[in-house]
Every structure is written in structure tokens, then in C-alpha cells.
């Protein structure tokens, strides 16, 4: 099994920054995509951002262009995500997926993906 932990949640003002991380473990395949998303308090899950492990091809979602930047460290098995300019509606539970076969160019559906970490808080105050 593949095990995602997800780390770098807080508080921050908006306006202000924050970098997520996805450790994973027992990952077999280079070339399967991670993907980030994200839950609002009484929302669905949504995608946010999402990077090929080695094809370093990365996909956001609209809401977060220009804003979040999604990265990667093979060598140390994880994928970060960069957060700036934040704002209160970015508040949410986000969590690391890794996709459930290789892929070239990193989906955003949540079926496409078939293991999750734990999810990390990060709220947006005003």
C-alpha cells in the first residue's frame, strides 16, 4: 500500500503564504501522478493542483492559478504544495493523492486517484 502524510496546515492571514507536504511511502511507480485537493466545510471535495512524479507536468485548478504552485522532490519521496497570496475562501482540509495508474498528464477527477493521506487544516482568516 502507498501511505500519504500530509503536513504544513495552520493559520495564516490573508494575503499570506504557507507550503503543504505530501510524504509517501511504498510507492512502486515513478511516472503516478499526485494530485492535491481540498474540502470546504459542508463542500465536496475538490481538485486543486496535480504533478507527473517524473514528467514534471503539472495541472491547476482555475481558482488557484498564479497562486499555488505545485512541486516535487523524488528524492525525498515527497510533493509539496507552494500557497500565496491566500484568501478565506482557500480555507479548507487539503489533501495529497496519488493516481491509480501512470499517467503523463496528472488528472484532476477524484476517481483517477485511489490513495489519500489524512488531510491537513489550513485556514484563512480576513
Known amino acids: 500500500q502507498v501511505q500519504l502524510v500530509e503536513s504544513g496546515g495552520g493559520l495564516v492571514q490573508a494575503g499570506g503564504s504557507a507550503r503543504l507536504s505530501c510524504a509517501a511511502s511504498?510507492?512502486?511507480?515513478?511516472?503516478?501522478?499526485m494530485g492535491w485537493f481540498r474540502q470546504a466545510p459542508g463542500k465536496e471535495r475538490k481538485f486543486v493542483a496535480a504533478?507527473?512524479?517524473?514528467?514534471?507536468?503539472?495541472y491547476y485548478s482555475d481558482s488557484v492559478k498564479d497562486r499555488f504552485t505545485v512541486s516535487r522532490d523524488n528524492a525525498k519521496n515527497t510533493v509539496y504544495l507552494q500557497m500565496i497570496s491566500l484568501k478565506p475562501e482557500d480555507t479548507a482540509v487539503y489533501y495529497c493523492a496519488v493516481g491509480n495508474r501512470p499517467m503523463v498528464v496528472p488528472p484532476s477527477s477524484i476517481a483517477e486517484y485511489d490513495y489519500w493521506g489524512q488531510g491537513t487544516q489550513v485556514t484563512v482568516s480576513s
Open positions: 504533478i507527473s512524479w517524473s514528467g514534471s507536468s503539472t
Open positions: 511504498g510507492r512502486r511507480f515513478s511516472t503516478y501522478p
